[in-house]
């Protein structure tokens, strides 16, 4: 079992920058996969940015060139930075890590999320 602990969220103004961190526990050797997905209010939880331990990673259409993904394996902790932030972005972001976490198989566990909100 994968426990995940997130911090980092909080209200910024649009074009603001917010470093989301995300720290594993348990059992580490299960994790291929690291990253986040964000929901907001009345839409699907959607995949924001991966990070394989191969050291791939994937990112929506809608924040590239805006957000980064990074791992530290040593301390078995996700980032997530977050810069040129939009209203659009507002959502509750929730960190996943596991043996998949991207497309249809998802295996693994979720955080209990963190709120980021971008006031316009």
């Known amino acids: 079992q994968v426990q995940l602990v997130e911090s980092g969220g909080g209200l910024v103004q649009a074009g603001g920058s917010l470093r989301l961190s995300c720290a594993a526990s348990g059992t580490i050797f299960s994790i291929i996969q690291m990253g986040w997905y964000r929901q907001a209010p009345g839409k699907q939880r959607e995949l924001v940015a991966a990070h394989s331990r191969s050291g791939d990673t994937h990112y929506a259409d809608s924040v590239k060139g805006r957000f980064t993904i990074s791992r530290d394996d040593a301390k078995n902790t996700v980032y997530l930075q977050m810069n040129m932030l939009k209203p659009e972005d507002t959502a509750v972001y929730y960190c996943?890590?596991?043996?998949?976490?991207?497309?249809?198989?998802?295996?693994?566990?979720w955080g209990q999320g963190t709120q980021v909100t971008v006031s316009s």
């Open positions: 996943a890590a596991g043996l998949s976490i991207v497309g249809d198989s998802f295996i693994g566990s």
